[in-house]
């Protein structure tokens, strides 16, 4: 009995000592979430395409307040495909106070990405969780889709 309860207490001890830096997979034109540091391979086209989301900023008006301005979410990753990678920064919200090639409010951001092999485009859906009165959360998840131009 005490030699079963020190093997599971290893194993759940391993489990949590595993790596952030563990890659996910994601398909060809399906929708994934991504936390920041995670890596996601793409598969169906190119199995060498990665993803990793480098940075996540919500400033977005919290749900229950009245806001002068409506805020943003911005999300920058880094696509690679062998050697060739390329920064991304995608925003969604009111971004045309931050980014000169936004006009209004947008629901969704899309950028093309040129790789080596394929041309994609990278959409952002969403940020979440949306913020909220006295809720802070540090674990903010990109909603993501990447499908062949």
């Not at 495909?81 to 409010?105: N, P, R, T, W």
């Not at 041309?119 to 969403?126: E, G, M, N, R």
């Amino acid at each position: 009995m005490k030699n079963t309860f020190i093997s599971i207490l290893s194993l759940l001890w391993l489990i949590g000592c595993q790596s952030d830096s563990e890659s996910i997979s994601a398909e060809i034109g399906r929708t994934f979430q991504l936390e920041v540091g995670k890596e996601t391979r793409i598969t169906g086209q190119s199995d060498s395409l990665k993803i990793v989301v480098q940075s996540i900023s919500d400033g977005r008006c919290p749900q229950g307040v009245e806001c002068v301005r409506a805020g943003n979410a911005q999300v920058q990753l880094t696509i690679s495909e062998g050697s060739d990678a390329q920064m991304v920064d995608l925003c969604i919200g009111d971004c045309h106070l931050d980014f000169d090639k936004y006009a209004g409010f947008v629901e969704q951001d899309t950028a093309s990405v040129a790789m080596a092999t394929q041309t994609y485009s990278v959409i952002l859906k969403d940020v979440l969780p949306y913020p909220a009165i006295g809720k802070s959360s540090d674990e903010k998840e990109a909603v993501l889709e990447v499908s062949l131009q």
